[in-house]
């Protein structure tokens, strides 16, 4: 009997519970050193989150099959249930998410909570896939993460619970051609499909699935990422079509180049008399991608396009979502090396006229339009490394032997009302520069 197969959800399962911002953004957590991938093993901080609220049930609840879906019943049951699911649902998701889960919270939010009384999730109605939204939060919305605040049986009661509140529906398994990212990141390579309409088609692309449910997608001839996706990962329906196919990605776009395309390139110069003389064309040639630890990373050396001109660095990079009081999105982090001397590295690629300010080790820019969005350059260990700014790009004079930490940060998802003024700047200036 053939398989019976959901079609995709794009519903996006917002936020359950989150802290009141401060007057100031706190401070961003910057990665710990990490060492290349063909040494060691390399960690990487979290992602900075809101805090959820504290959960108020036993800490060993006991697992209880998902309750039959009843709205009403739900609905005149008060703050004291004694079924320790109900009381934790209570406690940490009725804020945004209603008493009954239908998305009528008191919490104010940008946008309607998920209602599960309609059922459907953007990362597929499965057990495991609501269990990771629990746990690692929705990068781009204010849903926040609870690894902390619940246990594993918690989250995984929880799971069963907010199911049970929707209508009766057909679960089922992934298909055999999807990949689904669990608990490490997978790295696929295949011909990526416009990643908007309009936009190319890579043969050569590599895509990164991140267990907080973010995916990475880079052309691999270049090594430049080229859009970021919130959601399920992808469907390897080239397999079918002996590699001639595009992936089958599955999540929704939660960022593109768009007017911008160059803005996450890094380019290279010389220093001439201690002053940055003018970039020259450069080029990345991919050397590898792995998993080490928790972390995917992609090795390229970036070098001048011109033979003649001197010039290479050693970069390893990785990806992984951020959140701040500003709002989220993700961040790249670059680990550039060089064993020559008098160069340096520029990034982001934006052009003169887009705003910026700059402070100390980074200069932040805000890209204007009908989802704005902020990119903030930082160098994240100066240690004695000469940082200046051209307009919006950050120039950082590379030191031989030496591995400098160049952070992107991209906020996608601003908070309601961000503008470009004196109070905002001040704001960014003091969440991301030292």
Request: include cysteine.
């Amino acid at each position: 009997m053939p398989k019976r197969v959901l079609p995709p959800a794009f519903l996006i399962l917002s936020a359950c519970s989150i802290s009141t911002p401060q007057a100031g953004p706190p401070p961003v957590a910057s990665a710990a050193a990490a060492t290349p991938v063909a040494r060691s093993t390399a960690v990487t901080a979290p992602a900075a989150r809101p805090e959820p609220v504290a959960q108020a049930a036993s800490s060993t609840p006991v697992a209880k099959p998902a309750p039959e879906a009843r709205p009403a019943a739900v609905a005149d049951a008060g703050l004291a249930d004694s079924d320790p699911t109900r009381a934790l649902f209570v406690a940490n998701c009725a804020q945004c998410h209603g008493l009954r889960g239908d998305g009528e919270g008191v919490t104010q939010l940008d946008r309607k909570a998920r209602s599960f009384l309609a059922g459907g999730f953007s990362y597929g109605n499965t057990k495991d896939a609501i269990v990771r939204s629990i746990t690692h939060g929705i990068p781009g919305t204010p849903m926040p993460a609870f690894e902390k605040a619940l246990t594993a049986a918690q989250r995984a009661d929880l799971a069963a619970y907010v199911i049970g509140l929707g209508p009766e529906q057909i679960q089922v398994d992934a298909e055999e051609s999807e990949i689904v990212v669990r608990d490490l990141p997978v790295v696929v390579r295949g011909k990526l499909p416009p990643i908007v309409e309009g936009a190319p088609e890579w043969p050569r692309g590599i895509a990164i699935g991140t267990p907080e449910g973010l995916t990475f997608e880079y052309r691999a001839d270049d090594v430049q990422l080229v859009g970021v996706r919130a959601g399920r990962f992808v469907n390897r329906a080239d397999w079918g079509g002996r590699g001639g196919d595009p992936l089958g990605m599955l999540g929704q776009v939660l960022w593109s180049p768009g007017a911008v395309p160059r803005a996450m390139h890094a380019a290279l110069g010389h220093m001439r008399e201690g002053l940055p003389g003018p970039a020259f064309p450069s080029t990345a040639r991919l050397v590898a991608t792995a998993v080490v630890g928790n972390t995917a990373w992609i090795e390229y050396a970036l070098k001048s396009t011109d033979a003649s001109v001197p010039g290479s660095v050693a970069v390893r990079e990785q990806c992984q979502s951020f959140r701040n009081a500003l709002g989220s999105g993700f961040v790249q982090r670059r680990f550039v090396r060089t064993e020559e001397t008098g160069l340096y590295i520029g990034l982001p690629d934006l052009p003169a006229s887009v705003p910026s300010v700059f402070s100390g080790s980074c200069v932040c820019a805000f890209l204007a339009g009908e989802r704005p969005a902020l990119i903030v350059a930082r160098e994240e260990h100066t240690q004695g490394s000469v940082v200046r700014t051209e307009g919006p790009r950050l120039l950082v004079e590379l030191q031989r032997g030496r591995e400098h930490e160049i952070a992107l940060y991209v906020l996608t998802d601003l908070v309601p009302g961000t503008e470009w003024n004196a109070a905002m700047q001040e704001r960014v200036v003091r969440g991301f520069c030292p």
